[in-house]
């Protein structure tokens, strides 16, 4: 016979392994949705593994695009292009860097002037150069790629004239614009026995190089490879978004100077990206490694290219198109260009709410020879072999 005293005690245990019972399966709910969310909460995943062995589908620019545009850069002994890395156009003028020098070119091409020059005086910049255009503040900032301490030249982005200098005791790979007169310096990710490590991944300062804020990247305490921590970036909307080297993952600085998770590019590489050591006769072991090349991306579409192999002669690259609004990623050989019936077409950069496309001189001539699209056969007939690249833009 059991007691009240007994059966009040057995309904107490029997309520606690309920309650137990309970929390257990709440915890493991928590558990596996904070997994879940890991993936998640990337805006865009992108299973790029899987679309390698897809069949290329024929795609048209006019899906993205409904008019086309060809600007020559001038060619003389004061502006001579061999390539384009990066490029900036407003409604007046064009600026162009092929990493060594600046050059400012008019709406239709014609020469200017080149801004500040290799040297090593107080308004000279050093051979490594990039450079982000601040339209608000109309200026130029011209910086060295990868130097310490970091200088950045601010120029009058009309005239070209020198401004002031601003410099940081820091190892500087890229710089970007951020709200309110701010500047963000991309430190460079390096082993943790370098003099210059840090976790410190961008530095937030004012227009004098006040450092105010800062965001953190613990996954450098990861790095075992011996690769330069790099990155590329662009900015979409007035946000910067950006991909260390040989990663996969893409984030976005926020307005209020928050690192939030952008893009997931799913490679499924048998390497994880911290520890690849990359030497002369690592090119057999690497050879499906996949890396994203370049990303190009507007409102709407990303386009990317990736690259197969990390050493020669395994370097294979693939192109997609990847719809944000329909999640749908395209296998193609480039953009048919079935609005002039001009060269294929793959973008560069996107800048001024327009695709760009850089085409040197010496394949315009040769498509020209065996296609007959009217508007770029015109462009041809100014060209010659060692002439200024040609800007292709496509709105």
Not at 99 to 127: D, V, W
Request: aromatic fraction near 10%; include cysteine.
């Amino acid at each position: 016979m059991i007691s009240k005293k007994n059966s009040g005690l057995i309904y107490d245990i029997r309520t606690l392994n309920s309650v137990l019972f309970i929390c257990f399966f709440i915890l493991l709910f928590t558990s596996c949705s904070k997994k879940t969310k890991s993936v998640q909460e990337f805006e865009y995943v992108i299973n790029v593994s899987e679309s390698l062995s897809s069949k290329k589908e024929v795609v048209e620019l006019s899906q993205y695009c409904s008019q086309i545009n060809y600007i020559p850069l001038e060619t003389n002994p004061k502006c001579i292009l061999r390539n384009v890395m990066e490029l900036e156009l407003t409604d007046n003028y064009i600026y162009v860097s092929d990493g060594k020098h600046l050059y400012m070119f008019n709406q239709k091409g014609q020469f200017i002037r080149e801004i500040s020059k290799i040297g090593k005086g107080p308004e000279e910049h050093g051979a490594r150069i990039r450079f982000i255009l601040d339209r608000t503040n109309n200026q130029i900032l011209i910086y060295d790629n990868i130097s310490h301490p970091a200088k950045v030249l601010v120029m009058d982005a009309q005239n070209g004239t020198y401004k002031r200098t601003i410099t940081l005791e820091v190892e500087v790979d890229k710089i970007a614009l951020f709200t309110d007169n701010k500047l963000m310096f991309f430190t460079l990710g390096s082993s943790q026995k370098s003099k210059i490590f840090t976790t410190n991944q961008i530095l937030l300062t004012d227009y004098n190089g006040n450092i105010l804020d800062s965001i953190q990247d613990k996954s450098r305490l990861l790095q075992q490879n011996n690769l330069l921590g790099t990155i590329s970036k662009h900015t979409l909307d007035g946000h910067v978004l950006y991909m260390g080297n040989f990663k996969n993952k893409m984030y976005k600085v926020t307005d209020t100077f928050e690192k939030v998770p952008y893009i997931l590019f799913n490679y499924h590489n048998k390497v994880n990206c911290y520890d690849l050591r990359i030497t002369p006769d690592k090119g057999e072991e690497y050879k499906d490694h996949i890396i994203i090349h370049g990303i190009t991306e507007d409102q709407n579409n990303l386009f990317f290219t990736t690259q197969i192999g990390i050493l020669p002669p395994y370097r294979i690259k693939e192109n997609f198109v990847y719809s944000k609004q329909k999640h749908q990623l395209i296998h193609t050989q480039d953009l048919t260009n079935n609005l002039d019936g001009g060269m294929p077409y793959w973008p560069s950069f996107y800048t001024d709410n327009k695709f760009v496309m850089s085409k040197n001189a010496r394949d315009i001539i040769t498509f020209c020879k065996n296609n007959s699209g009217e508007h770029i056969q015109k462009v041809a007939k100014d060209l010659k072999i060692d002439s200024n690249p040609v800007l292709v833009i496509a709105q």
